[in-house]
């Protein structure tokens, strides 16, 4: 009678730590969860500096800009970037590497007539993707 009551208590023991472990794996995939919700917000931080450096490349390059001779009118070309872009953050599964980021915008080629600059059409548009990780509590290139 003693073994039984000892075999009982051991399922008894095993279903109670079942149910304490229950919402444990649940916190742990509301952090995983949370996690990712942070790293989609840092991301989103980041890919708004980086495209604020783009933003000031483009200024540059306007700025030092080549002037051309296309049918008797005096044009520059430069590199700029869209305004627009898009985000995308997916777990790796791996400790050191917990996320990469995927910004994704448009680099033009601009042309404008050198005489007034305001009147500028993109030439060509190439869609650009580039990717990050989050390492060390940070998203690098």
């Known amino acids: 009678m003693k073994r039984g009551h000892g075999a009982r208590s051991m399922v008894a023991l095993a279903a109670g730590a079942a149910l304490l472990a229950l919402p444990a794996r649940q916190a742990s995939a509301d952090s995983i969860e949370h996690s ?6 840092a991301f989103e931080q980041h ?3 980086w495209m604020a ?3 000031k490349n483009e200024a540059r390059n306007r700025s030092e800009a080549p002037v051309y001779s ?3 009118e005096s044009v520059i070309r430069f590199a700029g970037y869209g305004d627009d872009f898009e985000t995308q953050v997916k777990p790796t599964g791996r ?3 917990p996320f990469v980021g ?3 915008y448009k680099e033009n080629l601009y042309t404008c ?4 600059e305001s009147r500028c059409t993109v030439t060509r548009s190439i869609p650009v993707s580039e990717i990050f990780s989050f390492r060390n509590g940070r998203w690098t290139y």
């Open 36 to 41: 990712l919700s942070d790293a989609k917000w």
């Open 47 to 49: 890919a708004k500096s």
């Open 53 to 55: 450096d783009l933003e």
């Open 70 to 72: 296309v049918a008797n």
């Open 95 to 97: 400790a050191q590497t």
């Open 102 to 104: 995927i910004l994704r």
């Open 113 to 116: 007539l050198h005489q007034d």
